[in-house]
């Protein structure tokens, strides 16, 4: 099974509005990533049946970032979300990160103690 993560920070007081443009940005370019990364995993999430996405919640950019490290650590494709600073927030704010579509059993133990956004 693969699914798709996204990480948002709460701390920036974003809307609903802004958030879900966030994740959607994030969710294009991590799927962009993984395609150059491992085609395979983006073509197999693809014939899943819901290509499973996940949104969780941190608090900080710290604690963000702290996930980035890690997944890269993993080996595993993520990005980084920067806001063009235009409506809601300062320019080049890191508001959130997409990881994969990955295998499920390699995302699982990195985001396993986060809530659900």
């Not at 491992?38 to 499973?52: A, F, H, L, M, R």
């Not at 950019?61 to 979300?81: G, H, M, Q, S, W």
Request: charged share 20%; net charge positive; hydrophobic share 40%.
């Amino acid at each position: 099974m693969f699914k798709q993560v996204i990480i948002v920070r709460k701390d920036l007081g974003m809307t609903c509005g802004k958030i879900a443009g966030q994740v959607a940005h994030a969710a294009v370019m991590a799927m962009e990533k993984t395609s150059e990364y491992n085609p395979n995993w983006v073509t197999d999430w693809k014939d899943e049946n819901g290509q499973i996405k996940v949104v969780l919640k941190v608090n900080s950019y710290n604690e963000l970032n702290d996930y980035f490290i890690n997944t890269i650590n993993a080996k595993l494709p993520v990005v980084k979300v920067h806001d063009a600073g235009k409506t809601q927030i300062e320019p080049n704010t890191v508001t959130c990160i997409g990881i994969g579509p990955v295998p499920s059993e390699r995302i699982d133990p990195i985001v396993k103690g986060l809530k659900l956004l």
